[in-house]
């Protein structure tokens, strides 16, 4: 069974950082392109990015309002996937999610406030 | 970016009611295009992937239809555990941008 396992969320203080992570299991993780999700308190989904796999070049990409600020990264190793967030503003608060690259498994998501 | 825009933002329906949500892309996206069901507080569940292709595990009461840059989600006959918000989502370029919802609700 394919289960993903986000973590790290909390409260931050404008311009801060955070590091969220998300534990994976039950598929060949090294083998899959992986993606972050978020979702604003009552408001739709956003794509904020994703990494291939190494195999195809372990690549990245993201939206624009996160470009230069959040960094995917992956653990084959560790299967875990990793989203570093830096210079946080109020308007990242929301809630996390990863999915696999099909989007067919989401994690349960974990709660990022950005708030002084 | 791909601009989805979806209808209606909301609807009321009753237990059995045919439901339909519109999904329209502001370019072409052949059929790379998804449809997700959320329910409050949970994770978006993938519903339909590649226009009109169910996802395993999910009922046949779902289904999708559409190409190029309109698309539709039907239930065909709504039950209680059916009352969620949908979104539609193109995965032909990046960013892979969602639709606004469709919040279905019970009248």
Request: proline share 4%; glycine share 12%; net charge positive.
């Amino acid at each position: 069974e394919v289960q993903l396992v986000e973590s790290g969320g909390g409260l931050v203080k404008p311009g801060g950082s955070l590091r969220l992570s998300c534990a994976a299991s039950g598929f060949t993780f090294s083998n899959a392109w992986m993606r972050w999700v978020r979702q604003a308190p009552g408001k739709g989904l956003e794509w904020v990015g994703h990494i291939k796999s190494k195999t195809d070049g372990g690549t990245t990409d993201y939206a624009a309002p996160v470009k230069g600020r959040f960094t995917i990264s992956r653990d084959d190793s560790k299967n875990t996937l990793y989203l570093q967030m830096n210079s946080l503003k109020t308007e990242d608060t929301a809630v996390y999610y990863c999915t696999t690259g099909g989007y067919g498994h989401w994690g349960q998501g974990t709660l990022v406030t950005v708030s002084s | 970016d791909i601009q989805m825009t979806q209808s209606p933002s909301s609807l009321s329906a009753s237990v059995g009611d045919r439901v339909t949500i519109t999904c329209r892309a502001s370019q072409g996206i052949s059929n790379y295009l998804a449809w997700f069901q959320q329910k409050p507080g949970k994770a978006p569940k993938s519903l339909i992937y590649a226009a009109s292709s169910l996802q395993s595990g999910v009922p046949s009461k779902f289904s999708g239809s559409g190409s190029g840059t309109d698309f539709t989600l039907t239930i065909s006959s709504l039950q209680p555990e059916d009352f969620a918000t949908y979104y539609c989502q193109q995965y032909n370029s990046f960013p892979h941008t969602f639709g606004g919802g469709t919040k279905v609700e019970i009248k």
